[in-house]
């Protein structure tokens, strides 16, 4: 299982940005897919998820309105498309799977997730 993200880069105050996610060994059809990010030596924050089995998407109140979270499956790819970025959102910017077909809370939790990626750095001049 493998979940590779790319797409971060240094952009200004109030531009867009999109991250991708591209995910093997899994099907995005039973693993919801969620988006966190993380500061230097700081615990991993949750920014949004989705889940293509239930049809659903969540997303942090931080987020809300400016991000969209979406998935391909035929590429078996998460995409993060962030807009009106401000520079809190600076952070290495993670993607992980977590094994599931019915959710019934939102898998904002990280112990949910099974498989990481690495990340991709997103710092937002201002």
């Known amino acids: 299982v493998q979940l590779v993200e790319s797409g971060g880069a240094l952009v200004q105050t109030g531009e867009s940005l999109t991250l991708s996610c591209a995910v093997s060994g899994i099907s995005l059809t039973k693993y919801a897919i969620g988006w966190f990010r993380q500061a230097p030596g700081m615990a991993r924050e949750w920014v949004a998820s989705?889940?293509?089995?239930?049809?659903?998407?969540w997303y942090d109140d931080s987020v809300r309105g400016r991000f969209a979270v979406s998935a391909d499956t035929a590429k078996n790819t998460v995409y993060l498309q962030m807009n009106n970025l401000e520079p809190d959102d600076s952070d290495l910017y993670l993607c992980g799977a977590a094994y599931s077909t019915d959710w019934f809370i939102t898998p904002s939790g990280d112990g949910w997730y099974d498989y990481w990626g690495r990340g991709t750095r997103v710092t937002v001049s201002s």
């Open positions: 989705i889940s293509i089995s239930d049809d659903k998407e």
